[in-house]
C-alpha cells in the first residue's frame, strides 16, 4: 500500500494532477463560497430587473459592470449563476456517489463474502442494470414524478430526486469492483484468523475485508462524480433535471440554448466551459488516482 508521503510525492511530480486539483479546488472553493462571492443571488427575486436582461459581458458593447460575464433572459448575472449552479451540480454529483457507494458497497461486500446463490442473484441483478441506460432509466422515472406533481412540488424535491434516482442506477458499478476485491481478500490469512477467533461475519466484513477494499472506490468515486454531473445536466438540458429557479449548470445551458443563435450567446457558452472543466478535471483526477493506487502500475513504474 502506498504511503501518505508517496502519494504526495507523486502528485507534487505530475503536473496534469496538479493542474487538475487546482483547478477543482477553485471551483469547489467558489461554489462552496458563492453566497459571499457572487454579487447577486440569482434566487432573491428582489435582486432580479427584466430590464438587466441579456446583456452582454461588461467588456462588450452595452454591457454594465456589474456584470462581468452577462446576464440571462431573467437578469440574472451570468457569473453569479454560475457559482450558484455549481454548487448544485457538485451537491447532486456527491450525493449520487454516496448513493451509489452505500448501496453498491453493501451488496458486493455481501456477494463477495456469501458466494454462493446470493452472489449469482446479485450479480445478475448487476447484470440486468449494467445492460439499462442510467439516462434511460431517469428520463422515464423523472417523467413520472413530474407528471404525478405540480411544478412546485417537483422543484422542492428535484435535488433529491436527481440524487436518489442517479444513485440507484450506477450501483452495480460499485458492487462489482468491491465483489472482486472480496473474492482475493475472504481467503487470506487475517480474515481465516478472525473466524478463528469467533468473530461474526457481520464483523468480518466490515471491520476486517472493507477496509482492504476501498482503495478502487476511491478512484471509482471521483469518477462517477463526473459522470454523475454530466448525467444531471443531460437531464435538465432535456427539462427534466433541476428548474429555472435553482440553476445547475445543466439547467443554465439549457436555459440560455434558445438566445444562442440570436446573438446572447454568453447566456449558454459560459455555463458549458464551466461544466467541461469541472468534468475534465473530476476525470483527470481519477485517472491519475487509479494509475497511483494500482500496485501493478507502480512496480511496472519502480
Known amino acids: ?19 487538475a486539483g487546482f483547478v477543482l479546488l477553485v471551483l469547489v472553493t467558489m461554489a462552496v463560497f458563492a453566497p459571499w462571492i457572487a454579487p447577486q443571488n440569482p434566487y432573491d427575486l428582489l435582486q432580479l430587473n427584466i430590464m438587466d436582461s441579456e446583456m452582454p459581458p461588461s467588456w462588450r458593447d452595452g454591457g454594465d459592470e456589474r456584470f462581468w460575464l452577462g446576464t440571462d433572459a431573467q437578469g440574472r448575472g451570468v ?44 450479480m445478475r441483478m448487476a447484470d440486468i442494470q449494467m445492460s439499462l441506460s442510467t439516462l434511460m432509466i431517469a428520463i422515464i422515472a423523472l417523467a413520472l414524478f413530474k407528471a404525478a406533481f405540480d411544478a412546485n412540488i417537483y422543484a422542492d424535491y428535484a435535488i433529491i ?10 450501483w452495480p ?26 468473530l461474526p461475519a457481520r464483523k468480518v466484513m466490515w471491520g476486517h ?3 482492504n ?21 443531460a437531464l435538465s438540458f432535456l427539462g427534466l433535471g433541476m428548474p429555472t429557479d435553482k440553476p445547475s449548470l445543466g439547467s443554465l445551458i439549457r436555459s440560455g440554448f434558445e438566445f444562442i443563435f440570436s446573438g446572447s450567446w454568453w447566456i449558454t ?26 500496485p501493478k502500475l507502480r512496480r511496472g513504474d519502480d
Do not use: C, H
Request: charge should be neutral; proline fraction near 3%; glycine fraction near 10%.
Open 1 to 19: 500500500m502506498i504511503t501518505w508521503q508517496g502519494f504526495l510525492k507523486r502528485f507534487l511530480s505530475d503536473p496534469v494532477a496538479i493542474g
Open 213 to 233: 477494499t476501498l482503495t478502487p472506490v476511491l478512484v471509482i468515486s471521483t469518477i462517477q462524480v463526473a459522470e454523475a454531473i454530466m448525467t444531471e445536466a
Open 173 to 198: 458499478k460499485f458492487a462489482r469492483t468491491v465483489r472482486s476485491s472480496v473474492l482475493g481478500e475472504k481467503n487470506k490469512e487475517y480474515v481465516d484468523a478472525a473466524r478463528v477467533i469467533g
Open 79 to 122: 457569473f453569479s449563476t454560475i457559482l450558484y449552479g455549481t454548487g448544485i451540480s457538485l451537491l447532486i454529483g456527491i450525493g449520487a456517489v454516496i448513493v451509489q457507494a452505500v448501496l453498491g458497497v453493501s451488496l458486493g461486500l455481501w456477494a463477495g463474502y456469501r458466494g454462493g446463490w446470493v452472489d449469482s442473484f446479485l
Open 269 to 294: 457558452l459560459y455555463p458549458a466551459i464551466v461544466l467541461v472543466t469541472l468534468v475534465l478535471a473530476l476525470n483527470l483526477l481519477g485517472d491519475w488516482l487509479r494509475d497511483v493506487l494500482n
Open 161 to 170: 430526486m436527481l440524487i436518489v434516482i442517479i444513485g440507484i442506477a450506477e
Open 209 to 211: 475485508i472493507l477496509p
